[in-house]
């Protein structure tokens, strides 16, 4: 029960000290029951033409500040979900009934199983290095994404800085509904950013508040059953909502840039993606608190 199961592609590559970190973690940390793992896809090379690597910095760009800026956020279970990327505990995988058989996107939903569980890992004392390769076998993921920005031109885009800053204001207001009176949880509602107000009506915020409250006794319970209801899928869709509704998307470098600059780094920032991502992944890897 104790035995840990890794995702690893048949593509991909790892640091020599693979296994023994990964060990490591799960005995230093009896009770975590899953853990995502520090990557770095390859950037150079003679394996793809030079536009796959191009690709794959700007994709690599946009996963690392998506996440990032969840944290920046303040949602609690923002972490990298790559499938070759992941460890999980024997035991732990049986109690959440194994992985699931979708299509597409499986190891999101999987790895999200664990994170409210409490204990969740980032295991960044080694490197899994996944392959760039373009591929079109599912609707979404490295593969797609590369084949897709080797079709348009341009920089890859991801979401707008004002979707995070929304959501931060929201994160901020979550303790405060604890033990709030339908008015006054309406009155905290108001103040919200438009595209949170609406996202929520749309999702019968109401409705789960009062079911969230009915249940806990205690603010620290009330907030982490408040974030298994506005879980990471929910916080996909407010992205999404706030992108066709109110902010586009933006360049992605220029998105990077934003988030490094609220982060508090010092002028001059990179321009470049490779620049940027450079940054992004010394912030990774030596686990930065991005609040």
Known sequence: PNGIIVGFDADSKCDPDYFEAIWAHFSRHPKSPAASIYFEHPLLGVDFEEGVYRAIVWYELHLRYYIDAQKWAG????????????????????????????????????????????????????RVIPSPRPSHRVPFGTGRAVQAALRQNGEWETYAPESFR????????????????????????????????????????????????????????????????????????FLHFSRDNYYPNVPVSEAARWLLSEAGMA????????????????????KYAWR
């Open 166 to 237: 929304d959501l931060r204001h929201f994160f901020d207001r979550v303790p405060d509904f604890f033990e709030a009176s339908k008015s006054a949880s309406g009155a905290i509602l108001s103040t919200l950013p438009e595209p949170v107000q609406l996202f929520l009506e749309s999702n019968k915020f109401n409705v789960k508040l009062a079911e969230i409250q009915s249940n806990t006794r205690q603010r620290c319970a009330f907030t982490n059953r408040f974030f298994k209801w506005m879980n990471a899928f929910m916080v996909m869709k």
């Open 75 to 126: 949602f609690p279970f923002a972490t990298q979900t790559i499938g070759s990327s992941l460890a999980v505990r024997c035991r732990d995988y049986q109690a959440q009934g194994g992985m699931n058989r979708r299509k597409a996107g499986e190891d999101f939903y999987f790895l999200h199983k664990f994170t409210p569980l409490g204990h969740f890992g980032e295991i960044t004392e080694t």
């Open 267 to 286: 002028n001059p920032i990179p321009e470049d993606p490779a620049g940027l991502l450079a940054i992004y992944r010394e912030k990774d890897r030596r």
